[in-house]
């Protein structure tokens, strides 16, 4: 098949109008506008009462949101090496059911992504999987074993979006250091787990109550606190851009809330789990290990914290950190499994439910551009995700029923986890269509309504 | 007031009355110790399965004596040297007791939250847990809370407890602030603040830094067994220093209460957490601790394994 015919029979399909919904252009609601026109795998138009053209797929969208297509900055998709935990194929389905149009995979496979071959292998398979479209982050090291760099610039042009040794952070500050003067010409960035490893050796759960009540080795939130400051220093001392993933204690927060007033190019995002769940449902669960995780659960304050850090703009996105395990390293006492929470198919619809019921000061607008604009601006322009609705940008969209409410039944999921801490969990209000490059890749919508 | 719980994972499953029911119980129990033929058919026909998977003699043995004294049928499945060492899972474990049969599996694992894992793989089995990583240790807290009050006229109410030592790895003390609260005694930790968790407030006890000021007055002085290893990791500097400033003497023992009891869940380490005057002076019940456990356990298989219709 050449590649113009494949382009047409993946990308193009019959021009896609989506009527009558409240418009979200990645930054705010759109006055006036209820119509957005998807042909050719662009926006041709965005408008009221816009005609029809001959063949279109219309969908109508009352009473729904309809937004740029959503953007994950973090996710765990086990392929190559671990398939039986997730792989592109399950992975992408997953992210597309989810919301999501594109999912950043993190390099943390077996092998490990530090080379252009493997970015271009996973790019490709990617494409072909149905659904999100994935994004690879490249390592920063070689084989990610923090001590020499990889080949940035050839993964760069290969397509990689991030670079990161995420599972951990970059062993040396040195390498760490020379990664952030090397990058920042070629446009990607080093995107950093923050954690200072001296201090989590064994460690399992919080620092705080729940180490105190359980009896297992806490990370301490200076680990944290220490990991980001050691990114924030060398970001401004070689004045370049870094940004710290899944973020997850009110101190962290702060010492990023500062160097941005202090003009360091940071940027951060933090989990839906961290921002729905704490250490207290990790006690109430008596210790089950599908609330494991790294960062683990930390207090109902720092929870609260991250949610001021929405409010304010301190925070740029909201990553699932999506981290699928099989039964086989999850279904087992907590300290012998593995870290992770998987989360595609329910972190939307579980921050959305979080905000309606807890009810942070946070409009509606701001949590929406965590997931569209804000993380667009973060992907290299290349990669031609910009989390924005306007005429001409590339046809990704999400649309959300802010109303419909379900329950969370891993059973059902097309993600391969089964182990989830939030089964059996109520949320209302969930996205209901994904649409990439004008392809609609999921869909709970029937006859323009929302299936239940 | 009947007893309503088939299994004990840890202390705060039980209400105040349920305790003491329990305690009445071990009481005629510990009658039982003292007769010359000491088994009662309360469990005959029952299979009970211990399952360590941690070396332990005291409780393994003390259950074991228990559950015998009851009558049931008691299988020792060490797990080392077992399918576990063959890398089967705890699950499949479970599931391998329950198709052989047994009616309670009495558990000891270094990870905390084992025993509530097994009981929600196990259909039909009783589950007890006899000790969980440093998280819990529900049977030791009955029985360091039973020898108390017996001596005290059965009742805990106002008396303060102080329990130093290594708080931060053991999982006697959790369980034990627990118990003891429940009957209205207050606890005071103390103990070098390496060996403290930082929120000690969760805990529900104070803690006092200093060790003179935590046993200033207390009722009874329980201390925590201090692994030699710890000071290897850097917790704390020698066992001389940690003995000559932690270590229940004659000197510390004289600021608590006249005649202030003396405990310890044993194994002891004379010269380290407690000086020998100490552990075999008149005030000490850490004999006495060790007779109560195999009454208490008694009491509780007997009352949650059917004993009450019998």
Redo the contacts between chains.
Sequence with gaps: MSTERMERCCGGEVPLLLKGGRIFDGERFLDGVTDVLLEDGRVRALGKDLPSPEGAKELQLAGLLVCPGFIDLHGHFRDPGQTWCEDLVSGSLAAAAGGYAVAVAMPNTLPPLDNDALVRDVIERGRRAGGARILPAGCVSKERKGEEMAELAAMADAGAVFFTDDGAPVLRARLLRNALLYTKDLGVRVLEHPEEKDLTKSAQVTEGRCSALSGMRGFPISAEVLGVLRALVLARETNCAVHLTHVSTAAALEAIRAAKADGVEVTCDVTPHHLVLSEEDVLRSNLHAAFKVNPPLRSTADRDALWRGIADGTVDAIATDHAPWHEDEKDLPFQEANFGIASYECAVGAVLDYRRNAEPEVPLERLLALWTSRPGALLPQSAAFPGRLAEGLPAHVTVVDPESAFRVDPALWRSKARITPYKGRHFTGRPVLTVVAGKIVFSALEGGAVRV | MSWMHRHL?DVDALSRPEMELLLDQAVHMEDLLDRPIKKVPALRGKLVVNLFFEPSTRTRVSFELAEKFLGADVVNWAASGSSTSKGE???DTAWTLEAMGADAVVVR?G????P??LREKLRKASVFNAGD????HPTQALLDVYTVWKHCNRSLDGLRVAIVGDVL???VV?SDVQAFRLLGAEVVLAGPRTLM????D??GAVYEPDPVKAVEGADAVYLLRIQKERALEGLYPTDDEYHRRWGADEELMARAKKGAFVMHPGPINRGVEIASAVADGPNSLILDQVRSGVAVRMALLYLCMGGMEA
């Design positions: 994972l899972t705890l699950r694992h990870m905390p939250g084992v509530w894992y990583g440093a998280h819990a790895h053991s999982r959790r968790p930082l929120e000690t969760a805990l």
